[in-house]
Structures are given as structure tokens and as C-alpha cells.
């Protein structure tokens, strides 16, 4: 069956970027029978601009539609200005409560060719590949009550509730379960049982659910100690799993272990696999328009894609290897550079793998 792509360019680097995707998409359908129709659609500052609103109804109309959404960046600083519920974000966090995509996953993978760019020492982080769900929907970030008040005494007091539901662990819980299926199955829960009382029930939850699937190793580690051992010995980890807040945090330092924002893909997953697919950097506004950002993030939000959504985990790797194939042939944009290698623009660097996928 047609699996249909809704493609959002968005602000910035974003319509840059997601060209070079969509080569790639075009090629793989073109010559290796991958079944899809794409449609292009307006969000965040684009769509305010042509329509007045981030997220116009039309926009969320053709998300609803779409089996998967494609989806560049959004933001730049001639909209910081605006009421908050006009700004471009706001097209990002309605598409994600729009379509309940609870599920966000964030892979931290150290390209061998790159091991110069992270921080750590090599020994530490080569062969880095770990996969971080977090759940994205509910938790502290959106529990009741919340705000600040001002008590008799004067003094102002800040409120904010973290509060899961039995159901909602449980789903994120089968998302991981169901991934570390496709990796090393082992998948370790991130909580702090040991204070918070909701998180105490997070981890019964995950042993619960972990029942389901004996095929899969579960472990338990508190937030500060992940903290600790992500920076420490990053590849004892195959899955986390954690809560909205405690991933929010641990993703950031994840992805830093890599050292390189333009090489990091994400997808954002509602119950039956329908996902928006991104890169995790923002709209880049210092180097829009000089056909000079790094697609890749982007190109490989579409092997997510692949993967998560249209079930073609065999074009996936395909499309892996083509983009570690470019990387051993020296191709890098500007942010990857090393020494002796050949440094590319945007377009060439998506013509490069679209060129290793013919
Ligand atoms: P950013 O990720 O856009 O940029 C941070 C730095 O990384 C910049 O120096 C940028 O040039 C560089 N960079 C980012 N992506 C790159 C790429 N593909 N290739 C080469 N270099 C790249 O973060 P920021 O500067 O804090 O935010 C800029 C705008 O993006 C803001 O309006 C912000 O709100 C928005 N933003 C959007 C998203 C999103 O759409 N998901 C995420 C984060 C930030």
C-alpha cells in the first residue's frame, strides 16, 4: 500500500535540508521500489508568514492524512517577538499533542569517522550506539496543578506535578521493548525510585510490562547515576527509557557524546506507529541560505522513517551504509570537518548519498 509523507520544510536550514531528504526519498523510490507519495505542507514561521498562524488547520488536516511526516526545523529570530502562540514552536508542540506522539526516540550513534568531533576519549565513546525513548506527552512538564502563587505571607511559591498514569508508562514501555527487539535487546528504565514515589511505580510498571518480553534483558538505574554513567561508559547502554523531564535532560547529553547536532535524527511515534521524523537541531538561522548546513540529520531521519514507519528496516540499513559510505570517501560539511577531508556544500553532500544509494 502507498504510504503517504507529509513534508514540512519549515524556517531556516529547514527548506535546505529536507531538499537533500527528499532526493534521497525520490531516489529510493525510483530504484528501489519504496512505495510512498509525497505532499508538502507550511509550518512554524513559513506558515505563519503565508498564513497567519504556525499551524494552520490545513497543515494539521494533512498531518492527520499522513502515515509519516517528514519535518525540517522551525524558528529564527524575526518571529521572537510574536505572542507565544504564534510563535514557530508552536507549530511543533501542536503537531506533537495534535497526533499524541508519546513516544520520541533519539539514537546517539558515533560514526567511527567522526570519533574525532566528540569531547570524550575515543576509547570511551567509539562505537557508541544507544537509543534514548523518552516519553513526550505527559509527566511533570504537563501535570496539574502547576504555576506560582503568592502566599499569605507574601512570599511567592512555584508549583509543578509530576504525574504518569499506569497506562501511559506502560505504552512507552512496549515502545522500548520493542525496539531493544530490533538492537541488542537489553533495555535499562531511568527513574528515581528512590525519592519519587511516581517513579516507584514507573519501575513496577516497566517490570511489569518487562514480563512480556523474556527475549529482553530489563535493568533499573536512578537519573543521576545514567547522568553519570552516559559520560562515564556510554556503551554499556542498548535502550533507555525514561520519563518526559529525566529524557529531555539525559537526551541533550547523549547527543553530545557524539559531538556533531547535524548528524543527529529523531522520530516522535503516536500507539500505531505513525511518526514525525526530524533532525534534533534547530533552524541554524546563522547559516541559512548559504547552502552550507549539514542534510545528514535529516537524511537519516528518513532511515528512522524507514524503520519505524513504513517497515522497511532492509532500506534503512541500505541508506545507513550509504551515508557511512560518503563518510569514508571524505566528503564532510563544514560542522564535521577534519583535517584532509574534502569539505561540501548542503546539495553536494545529499547528491553524494543519493549517488551511493543509485
Ligand atoms: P540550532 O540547533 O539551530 O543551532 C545551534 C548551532 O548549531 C548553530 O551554530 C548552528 O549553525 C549549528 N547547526 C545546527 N544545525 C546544523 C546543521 N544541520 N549543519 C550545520 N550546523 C548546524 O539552535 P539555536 O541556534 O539555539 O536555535 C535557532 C532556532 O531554531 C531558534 O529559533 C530555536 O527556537 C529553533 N529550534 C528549533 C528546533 C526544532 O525545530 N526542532 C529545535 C531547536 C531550536
Redesign the pocket.
Known sequence: MTSRILVLP?????PE?VREAVKVLEVLQSTHGLDIQLEFGLV?GAAFEAKGQPLPAETMHQARAADAIL???????Q??ALPIQLR??QG?LGLRSGLELFANLRPARLFPQLVAASTLKPEVVSGLDLMLVRELTGGIYFGQPRGVRTLESGEREGINTLVYRESEVERICRVAFDIARLRQRRVCSVDKANVLECTEMWRQVAIKIGKEYPDVALSHMYVDNAAMQLVRAPRQFDVLVTTNMFGDILSDCAAMLTGS??MLPSASLDAEGKGMY??????????AGKN???????ILSVSMMLRYTLKRAELATILDNAVQRVLDKGKR????QSPGCLIVS?EAMGDAVVAELK
Open positions: 519549515g524556517d531556516g536550514i529547514g535540508i512554524g519535518l525540517g526545523a522551525v524558528g529564527g529570530p518571529w521572537e514557530p514552536e511543533l547536532i547535524g526530524e533532525p534534533i537541531h534547530g533552524s541554524a538561522p546563522d547559516i552550507i548546513a549539514n542534510p545528514l540529520a535529516t560539511t563544514a560542522d564535521i548542503t
